[in-house]
C-alpha cells in the first residue's frame, strides 16, 4: 500500500543514511521500524490492549488468596482483642 507521511528533514537524512550503510531499502527501515513499535504496543496477540497501565498487574497475586484471607483474620483477631474504648 502506497501513502505519504511527512519526516522531519533531518531524520529523513539520518533514516535515509543508516539504511544504505545497512544494505536496506528506505521502505525495508521504516517497515521494520513500525512492525517492532507494534509488536511492543499491541503484544505478542496483536491485538490493541485498552487495559489502563495501572490495571497491568491485577490478577498478578491471585496465587495469594488463602494467605490474603489468613492475614485478613490475624488483624480481625488482633482487632478484638482492643479494648472497647479504642474500637
Do not use: C
Not at 3 to 20: D, G, N, V
Not at 29 to 50: H, K, V
Not at 60 to 76: D, F, P, Q
Request: charged share 30%; no cysteine; net charge negative.
Amino acid at each position: 500500500m502506497k501513502t505519504t507521511i511527512e519526516i522531519p528533514e533531518a531524520t529523513f537524512r539520518q533514516a535515509k543514511t543508516f539504511a544504505a550503510a545497512q544494505g536496506i531499502t528506505l521502505k525495508q527501515l521504516i517497515t521494520e521500524a513500525l512492525e517492532r513499535r507494534l509488536e511492543r504496543a499491541l503484544g505478542a496477540g496483536g491485538n490493541i490492549d485498552d487495559t489502563p497501565p495501572w490495571m497491568a498487574g491485577y490478577g498478578a497475586l491471585s496465587h495469594m488468596t488463602s494467605e490474603n484471607r489468613r492475614v485478613l483474620g490475624l488483624i480481625e483477631e488482633e482487632f478484638e482483642k482492643l479494648p472497647e474504648d479504642m474500637q
